[in-house]
């Protein structure tokens, strides 16, 4: 993990929504952990409808929370997608689906 940069975009419930530095080359997603961020915390992909799927759940967090956060963080879509183009300093976003 030493030097990567990893972009908070914001918490929710006790969980940090962030990116890691290294991405960019695979389509737009988030991670998502409680405490120190990990390279295999749960990993969160953006639809282009604006929605979310589930990558992965390296942090083990329950159904019923995740299911919010993935809800919250489809309502962030739009500030994602920014905060994406900005970390990564690119104007075209690949999608997951």
């Given at each position: 993990m030493e030097g990567f940069k990893l972009p908070k975009l914001f918490?929710?419930?006790g969980y940090s929504?962030?990116?890691?530095?290294?991405?960019?080359n695979e389509p737009i997603h988030v991670h998502v952990a409680k405490?120190?961020?990990?390279?295999?915390?749960?990993?969160?992909?953006?639809?282009?409808?604006?929605?979310?799927?589930?990558a992965s759940n390296g942090s083990k967090i329950s159904n019923k929370e995740l299911?919010?956060?993935?809800?919250f963080i489809s309502?962030?879509?739009f500030l994602i997608c920014a905060k994406w183009k900005q970390a990564f300093v690119t104007e075209d976003i690949?999608?997951?689906c």
């Amino acid at each position: 993990m030493e030097g990567f940069k990893l972009p908070k975009l914001f918490m929710v419930s006790g969980y940090s929504v962030y990116f890691w530095s290294d991405e960019n080359n695979e389509p737009i997603h988030v991670h998502v952990a409680k405490g120190k961020p990990t390279p295999n915390a749960t990993k969160i992909w953006l639809t282009k409808s604006g929605g979310c799927i589930l990558a992965s759940n390296g942090s083990k967090i329950s159904n019923k929370e995740l299911n919010e956060l993935m809800e919250f963080i489809s309502a962030q879509f739009f500030l994602i997608c920014a905060k994406w183009k900005q970390a990564f300093v690119t104007e075209d976003i690949k999608f997951y689906c």
